[in-house]
């Protein structure tokens, strides 16, 4: 018997298989069988022919649905079965994690205010405003000058000793 001789024999007893568990007549061990097989690498095979491997893909489709409505059913029954039992103490842990959450979305926000006020920010942060005679300046240049202006007529001296001949003249005071 050649390979493909086998392979037509497997197609029969797989695609018979396939059709039994459509119609919900396979035992548990060879609905298990049959999900071996449709999760191997085997069933792909392009000797089986193109209805035989669409019919395993449809199974390979089916069950993983099954699996999947399976696992969902069995966590609600599981919550089902905690709430039901008012005496047992409840796990924190749902409470716990939302407060998580709550913190970090409320931080996220924070940080996404802070960032779009950056954003948003004028890079003209220096505001030259001066008042003379009840008229308002705001021409950088005018006010500069009138700075330097008054410095020169209360003969200011700016110098980076000035602090520390302050500080001496106070504790000399102290003496």
Same mark, same amino acid.
């Given at each position: 018997?050649?390979?493909?001789?086998?392979?037509?024999?497997?197609?029969?007893?797989?695609?018979?298989?396939?059709?039994?568990?459509?119609?919900?007549?396979?035992?548990?061990?060879?609905?298990?069988?049959?999900?071996?097989?449709?999760?191997?690498?085997? *069933? %792909?095979?392009?000797?089986?022919?193109?209805?035989?491997? !669409?019919?395993?893909?449809? /199974?390979?489709?089916? &069950? =993983?649905?099954?699996?999947?409505?399976?696992?969902?059913?069995?966590?609600?029954?599981?919550?089902?079965?905690?709430?039901?039992?008012?005496?047992?103490?409840?796990?924190?842990?749902?409470? *716990? %994690?939302?407060?998580?959450?709550?913190?970090?979305?409320? !931080?996220?926000?924070?940080? /996404?205010?802070?960032? &779009? =006020?950056?954003?948003?920010?004028?890079?003209?942060?220096?505001?030259?405003?001066?008042?003379?005679?009840?008229?308002?300046?705001?021409?950088?240049?005018?006010?500069?000058?009138?700075?330097?202006?008054?410095?020169?007529?209360?003969?200011?001296?700016?110098? !980076?000793?000035?602090?520390?001949?302050?500080?001496?003249?106070?504790?000399?005071?102290?003496?």
């Amino acid at each position: 018997m050649d390979k493909k001789e086998i392979i037509i024999k497997q197609a029969a007893f797989w695609t018979s298989l396939s059709e039994r568990y459509f119609e919900a007549e396979l035992t548990d061990e060879e609905e298990a069988a049959l999900m071996r097989f449709v999760a191997s690498e085997m *069933s %792909a095979d392009p000797l089986f022919g193109e209805s035989a491997l !669409a019919l395993f893909d449809e /199974v390979r489709a089916m &069950m =993983s649905l099954t699996t999947v409505g399976r696992m969902a059913s069995s966590r609600q029954n599981q919550k089902l079965a905690v709430k039901e039992l008012p005496t047992q103490r409840r796990f924190k842990i749902p409470l *716990s %994690a939302t407060a998580i959450r709550w913190v970090a979305g409320i !931080a996220a926000a924070a940080v /996404v205010v802070f960032a &779009m =006020s950056r954003w948003f920010q004028t890079d003209d942060d220096d505001i030259y405003v001066a008042s003379v005679n009840g008229e308002v300046i705001t021409d950088k240049e005018k006010v500069l000058t009138l700075m330097h202006d008054s410095w020169d007529n209360i003969d200011f001296q700016p110098s !980076a000793n000035e602090v520390e001949q302050q500080m001496t003249e106070m504790f000399d005071g102290l003496e």
